[in-house]
C-alpha cells in the first residue's frame, strides 16, 4: 500500500504581529541587491509584480488581487523583504533558496562518497562519480577520441583511491597512454564491457628485469593489486618483438621477501612487445578467465613465484619471439649464476632464484605459437592439468632448466589429462614453421645433476605429434629423460609419427598407455 505524500502550503500567506492577515502589504524579491522577479507559473512565463502585493486575505496575488501561487528560478539565491500596507518593512529574510533536486545515480554517488583528502591533494576531480556497491567510478581522465594524453590523469586516479575505492573505467571507455603508470598497493581496477586502457607509445622505465630496464603499461608497486572485468590493455607493437614491453609488471624485493597478492582476471592483454604479464617474486597469484594474445614473447611469465593459479585463460598468437622462442605460459626463474648458488643441491628451494612452487594451470585453452604452448623451466609441485593446446611446436613442457641451470630440475610435478593437437584449432595443418616438420606433445626431461624427480604424466591425449614431414627425425609425443621416479601412464596417443616414446635414463612407470599410430611411425 503507497503511503501519502505532505501537502505542501499552496498558496503564501503573511500575518501581522496581532495575527491578522497583512492585506496591502508588500513582498521585494531581490537577487544581489537588484529587483528579480518570481512567477505565478511552474514554466517561469508569467512573473508576478515585484514588490508583490498581498491581497486581503494577505495572500501572494496579481496586480488584479487573484490569489497565486510563488514559484522561484531553480537554485538562485534570492533576499524577501516584507512591508505591511503603511510601507514599514517588518522584516529580510537574506537566503530563500529555490533548491531544485534531481536524484540521480550520481548525486547519490556525490552525496556517500565525496571526494577523499587524497583526491583533493591529487588534484583529481571527477565530473562523474557514481554508486556501484560502494565502488568509485572515476571517469574524468576518460577521451572517447584519444587525442589527449590520459597518462597523469590515470596515475593521479590510481594514486588518490588506492586502499579506498576501486577505479572503474566505464564501459566503452578509452584512454591514449603514453609512459608507465604505477600502480600503489592496495589498487583495484575493474573494466567494464568494451573498456580500453590503450598505450600508444611505451618508456624503459620499469623496474629491471633479468638485467635489463622494462616498458610496462602498468607497472604493480605494492602488494594486493586486482584488475578485473572486460576490458582491455592494448601495447603498442602489433606483430613485433620489443624487448621487456609488458602490459602488467610486478616484481618484489626477492624470493625471501615476496611480493603477496596478484589478481588478474577477465581482461585481455594484446599487442604487447614481450610479456601480456611478467611476475617475479611474488607469492599469492590469480590469473583467471583473461585473453592474452599477439603479444611478441610470452603470454604470461612467472619467476620464482609462488602459490600461482592460472585458470580458464585463452593465450594464442604469441610471437613473433626471440632467438627463436616463444611461450604462451612460462613458469620460470633467473638462470644467472644459479650453478654456484651454495643451496643448489641439497636445498635448490632456498636459492637466489628458484623454481616456481605450488602452481595450478588448469582448463587454458592454448593455440598457434611456434614454440612452446605451456612451459616449466623446472618447477616444484607445479599441476598441468585439464589444459588444450592446438598447433604449438612443443605443447606442454615441465623440465629442466636452462643457461647456468641447464643441468638442474625440479620434483613433484604433474601433467595430466591435457588435450594436444598438433593441428590448429579449426582441424587445418600446423603453422609451426623452421622445425623440419617435428612437433613434439610432452617433455619432462631432467637434469644430470639433478634430475626430474616424481613426475607424473597421466591420462592425456596426444594426436598428430612427431615428425610430420617423414623424414625419420627425432619427433615424438612423449620424452622422458633423465627422470627419477615418473608415472607415465594412461596415456593416449593417436595419428603419432616417429616415435611414441623416447627417453634416455629413465627410473619408474610406463603403463597402460594406447597408442594408435599411421604405418610410419615406430
Not at 258 to 263: F, L, M
Not at 321 to 335: A, I, K, P, V
Request: glycine share 14%.
Amino acid at each position: 500500500m503507497a503511503l501519502g505524500v505532505l501537502c505542501p502550503n499552496p498558496i503564501l500567506q503573511f500575518w501581522g504581529n496581532d495575527g491578522s492577515p497583512m492585506a496591502g502589504g508588500t513582498v521585494l524579491t531581490q537577487v544581489g541587491g537588484i529587483n528579480t522577479a518570481t512567477y505565478q507559473d511552474s514554466a517561469l512565463t508569467i512573473p508576478l509584480p515585484n514588490p508583490i502585493p498581498l491581497n486581503s486575505r494577505g495572500e501572494v496575488s496579481s496586480a488584479a488581487g487573484a490569489s497565486q501561487q510563488l514559484f522561484l528560478t531553480p537554485n538562485i539565491v534570492y533576499s524577501f523583504t516584507f512591508s505591511d500596507a503603511s510601507g514599514n518593512q517588518q522584516w529580510v529574510a537574506t537566503y530563500v533558496n529555490g533548491v531544485q533536486v534531481t536524484i540521480t545515480q550520481v548525486i547519490v554517488g556525490q552525496a556517500l562518497w565525496p571526494q577523499t583528502p587524497q583526491e583533493l591533494a591529487a588534484g583529481v576531480t571527477p565530473p562523474s562519480i557514481t554508486t556501484r556497491l560502494g565502488m568509485r567510478c572515476v571517469t574524468g581522465f576518460l577521451n572517447d577520441s584519444g587525442a589527449t594524453d590520459n597518462t597523469s590523469a590515470l596515475q593521479a586516479a590510481l594514486n588518490a583511491n588506492a586502499n579506498a575505492y576501486p577505479v572503474i573505467i566505464p564501459a566503452g571507455g578509452y584512454a591514449n597512454l603514453t609512459a608507465r603508470v604505477t600502480a600503489p598497493a592496495g589498487t583495484h581496477i575493474i573494466m567494464q564491457e568494451g573498456s580500453s586502457l590503450v598505450w600508444s607509445a611505451t618508456t624503459a622505465t620499469g623496474t629491471p628485469l633479468l638485467g635489463s630496464a622494462t616498458r610496462p603499461g602498468i607497472e604493480i608497486l605494492g602488494d594486493a593489486f586486482i584488475i578485473e572485468g572486460k576490458g582491455t590493455l592494448i601495447g603498442p607493437s602489433v606483430g613485433i618483438y620489443t624487448p621487456n614491453e609488458c602490459g602488467i609488471l610486478r616484481i618484489g624485493t626477492s624470493a625471501a621477501a615476496r611480493g603477496v597478492g596478484v589478481i588478474i582476471r577477465d581482461i585481455g592483454l594484446s599487442q604487447w612487445g614481450a610479456y601480456g604479464a611478467v611476475l617475479q617474486f611474488i607469492e599469492g597469484i590469480e590469473v583467471i578467465s583473461t585473453v592474452s594474445q599477439g603479444n611478441g614473447y610470452m603470454g604470461y611469465g612467472f619467476l620464482s613465484c609462488q602459490r600461482g593459479r592460472v585458470q580458464r585463460n585463452k593465450i594464442y598468437n604469441i610471437g613473433p619471439g626471440t632467438s627463436s622462442n616463444m611461450y604462451g605460459l612460462s613458469c620460470n626463474h633467473d638462470s644467472t649464476n644459479y650453478n654456484t648458488d651454495p643451496n643448489v643441491t641439497f636445498a635448490p628451494r632456498r636459492t637466489v632464484n628458484p623454481f616456481c612452487i605450488d602452481f595450478d594451470v588448469s582448463f587454458n585453452e592454448v593455440y598457434s605459437i611456434n614454440w612452446l604452448g605451456l612451459d616449466a623451466h623446472g618447477g616444484y609441485e607445479l599441476n598441468y592439468h585439464d589444459n588444450k593446446v592446438y598447433d604449438c611446436y612443443i605443447g606442454i613442457q615441465i623440465a629442466s632448466s636452462s643457461g647456468d641451470a641447464a643441468n638442474y630440475a625440479g620434483e613433484n610435478n604433474a601433467i595430466c589429462d591435457n588435450e594436444i593437437y598438433a593441428t590448429q584449432i579449426n582441424g587445418n595443418a600446423s603453422t609451426t614453421s623452421g622445425h623440419s616438420g617435428l612437433q613434439f606433445g610432452i617433455t619432462v626431461n631432467g637434469g644430470s645433476v639433478l634430475t626430474h624427480r616424481a613426475v607424473r604424466v597421466i591420462g592425456n591425449t596426444i594426436v598428430g605429434c612427431g615428425d610430420t614431414s617423414g623424414a625419420g627425425g627425432l619427433g615424438y609425443s612423449i620424452q622422458a629423460s633423465n627422470v627419477q621416479d615418473g608415472v607415465i601412464l594412461g596415456n593416449v596417443i593417436r595419428n603419432w609419427y616417429s616415435i611414441g616414446f623416447y627417453g634416455t635414463v629413465f627410473d619408474g612407470t610406463i603403463s597402460n598407455n594406447m597408442l594408435n599410430a599411421p604405418p610410419t611411425s615406430r
